[in-house]
């Protein structure tokens, strides 16, 4: 288990990130597909996103088209909730991030160059995410493939992870950035 009553909060803390690292590194764990929540207008909305890496600087990584609506919003509201289910081992874990979006820089760039051309179309056909079509087949990918590619840059500065114990009393736990450092606190699930 990650959370375990007689674990301190500095174990819960590294089995967390380790969790979360070897989830986005393996096709199909939940961990690599968490919902992220931002803003449209001034509501929230969910989508499943594909984590690409999990960074040394604990940044989460995701791709997208620059023209979707959620980087429109991100621009102006620039932070993202993600939630991530394991039901393997009954983990949750919450995220908050303020993001930072890179398009047409190098860092794109760079990328943009390290993905294999069979899954280049998923990224900028050239109607624009949310126009309507007449048809799925006026979708088409003549245009500047790679231009309209977005890379989301996560940095978190809040975590909660919740350990679900079904008839043993379930465990939660909060960590939340300061200028210091992370702090972190026991809380009731
Ligand atoms: C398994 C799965 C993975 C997805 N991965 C991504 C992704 O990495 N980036 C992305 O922009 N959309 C991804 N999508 C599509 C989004 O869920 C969403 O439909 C799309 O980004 C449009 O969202 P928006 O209207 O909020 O901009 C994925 C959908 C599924 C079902």
Redesign the pocket.
């Known amino acids: 288990m990650i959370i375990q009553p007689e674990f301190n909060l500095d174990k819960v803390w590294e089995n967390t990130w380790e969790s979360l690292s070897k989830g986005i590194a393996t096709q199909g764990h939940p961990f690599k ?1 968490p919902v992220f929540i931002s803003f ?1 207008k001034n509501y929230p ?1 969910g ?4 984590l690409r890496d999990l960074d040394n600087d604990k940044q989460f990584w ?4 620059s023209r ?3 980087v429109k919003y991100l621009e102006r509201m620039p932070v993202g909730n993600f939630v991530f289910y394991d039901s393997a081992s009954m983990v949750q874990i919450r995220i908050m991030a303020k993001i930072s979006i890179h398009k047409e820089d190098e860092v794109a760039k760079q990328l943009w160059e390290a993905i294999p051309d069979n899954q280049r179309a998923d990224y900028g056909g050239d109607f624009a ?2 126009v309507t079509l007449q048809g799925p087949e006026e979708q088409t990918h003549d245009g500047k493939m790679g231009y309209y590619f977005c890379a989301l840059c996560c940095s978190p500065f809040e975590m909660e992870v919740l350990q679900l114990r079904p008839g043993e009393g379930h465990l939660k736990v909060r960590y939340e950035k300061s200028t210091t450092g992370w702090t972190q606190q026991w809380i009731a699930p």
């Open positions: 597909t449209r909305i989508r499943v996103v594909v995701f791709y997208t088209d979707s609506e959620k995410p949310g």
